[in-house]
């Protein structure tokens, strides 16, 4: 089995292939090749020591030609730009976002239309697809039937992407299936661009002996789920086989990721609980009216039961996600687990 | 006011321009120009004398420049590839509907980016956009507020289009509009590719002196809207002013043109009513397995609350819409109204 993860240098890019490098299976199989595409590949990355990695390097679009030079037996699709590049460059955002998941969606296409099998493709969607439009608020609770209107370029972005997916499928160009990914936190490593950022940022920072700003009132609630679900999430979405019943891809709809509903206050409470007051007192509360109206336009609850349908359960708590991240990331945390 | 219609020498553009070339006004503003743009321009086309007519003849992405050489206030497009078409030849129907319409949408964001007015711009979608996916069945009364599900890539291209319409029109490039329109019924002229053919044709053929086929079962139900509710919707979605209230686009969700229920069986029976039995014999039901789940696959019932607010009221009755295509194409009936 020829795996193929673009974006394979990122933060999710990496934990996915940490992951399939353990278990060297995939869904049963056994993988023979994994292909990692990133425009940057840190020099010395541990991945390319490994057999079975193979590495593309530079755009997306002008590496198809290498990528689908043998069959694609699965490609997950993870290349983006984040939300506020997106918001800060409209046509950043159409070129890297729209376009070269377009140019993914044609070589996958090519491959089938060739003879070949059509390329299981997971397309990494987010739960930014939902916003609230002045003439329909977003239900309390959201599920995969509720209307997206989405209030952002990046989320308008992916749910054009999501239909292009339906369609790709549809007609038997593809097998593909969709993923919706919650905020992720707590998130390692540095800051990202994205409006999320904070709710990894809050622990994160802290648990390194750095300030923190916390720039949302503390009752606001927030839908999250851990590194490790997310990638679980990922790769039970591409391992589902088609059908109804436990276990199987229900249609054509998207699959939102479980999400863990917190309020902040909750999460600045748990940190306080697992790592202390000198800890949590790294975190300054100064909420910030652009953002909160950002962060409080997303859903926070959702109905989890088609995840459920694939055996996706939410985090069971936001104190596990803290342990799990200080447990994950010895080398980033001055306390211990 | 400079009006421009692409697709304008297709029926529906053929239609708005007599009822602009009429009334010489648009939302309270005299019409300066409006300009026609079409691939096919038909020898002798009367628009073509009226003064107040410019016509642009060709590809429309080519003739972006000189749509756009003077200010555009409001711009109607209609151009596209039909559903059938599109079923038949997916890269047609990317390029005419998706392609084209982005080109569209940059042309008119060029001039607001240049200083000038954001275009008025006024997409039409379709009821298309709705379908039946396997995990989420259509409700049995179907507003803006359904998610939808497209089945076919004219429907998947149309719902693109209207996602790029609001991000567009959030950003300010433009101010954009969506109007999904009803199947019409009863269509003048020649059957074209479209599923939904045979609704015109069980009225328009007969009427005509020429056999018919009904393809669906008579108990079947439709969603319809006259080629004058069409045309009376579209331009009052273009008049519009966005707001709250009667009268007004409230949020940026499309609009679903008002529609009509009807079953085959009492589309019929009209006919026989309005025409005597000579004419209505001459339609045959024979129905069609295929036809019959494409077709049986559309939402028939509308809540058609969001047009009501915009003062658009369904067709009365389908008699009604019988007797007016009948008084408005004298050359195309044997019978009198």
């Not at 090749?33 to 940057?40: G, H």
């Not at 990202?192 to 923190?212: H, K, M, T, Y």
């Not at 276990?247 to 999460?267: C, F, Q, Y």
């Amino acid at each position: 089995m020829r795996i193929v993860i673009t974006g394979g240098f990122g933060f999710l890019g990496r934990e996915i292939t940490d992951t399939l490098l353990r278990t060297r299976t995939h869904g049963g199989s056994p993988i023979d090749q994994l292909v990692l595409t990133d425009r940057f590949v840190p020099p010395g990355a541990p991945q390319a020591a490994d057999p079975l990695v193979e590495i593309v390097r530079g755009d997306l679009v002008e590496c198809l030609d290498e990528v689908f030079a043998e069959p694609v037996d699965v490609l997950i699709h993870l290349a983006a730009a984040v939300s506020a590049e997106c918001e800060a460059d409209f046509d950043l955002g159409m070129s890297a976002n729209l376009d070269t998941t377009r140019a993914l969606l044609e070589a996958a296409r090519a491959q089938s239309a060739a003879g070949g099998p059509p390329p299981r493709l997971v397309f990494s969607s987010s739960v930014a697809v939902y916003g609230s439009d002045p003439a329909l608020p977003l239900p309390p609770v959201v599920s995969e039937s509720t209307l997206p209107t989405p209030r952002s370029s990046y989320g308008i972005q992916k749910l054009v992407c999501e239909q292009l997916v339906a369609d790709y499928t549809r007609r038997g160009f593809i097998d593909g299936r969709v993923a919706r990914l919650m905020t992720v936190s707590v998130r390692p490593g540095k800051p990202n661009a994205a409006a999320s950022g904070f709710l990894s940022g809050i622990v994160r920072e802290p648990l390194a002996g750095l300030p923190a700003i916390c720039p949302v009132r503390p009752d606001l609630r927030v839908a999250l789920a851990s590194p490790r679900r997310t990638v679980e999430g990922i790769l039970r979405i591409a391992a589902a086989e088609h059908g109804s019943g436990r276990g199987r891809l229900d249609g054509g709809l998207p699959v939102n990721l479980p999400a863990l509903t917190v309020s902040v206050a909750e999460m600045l409470t748990t940190l306080r609980r697992v790592a202390g007051d000198a800890v949590a007192d790294l975190v300054t509360v100064a909420p910030d009216r652009e953002v909160e109206a950002v962060v409080g336009s997303w859903p926070s609850v959702f109905d989890n039961t088609r995840a459920a349908a694939l055996g996706l359960e939410p985090d069971p708590s936001f104190e596990s996600v803290v342990r799990a991240y200080i447990a994950d990331h010895p080398d980033a945390v001055l306390v211990k687990a």
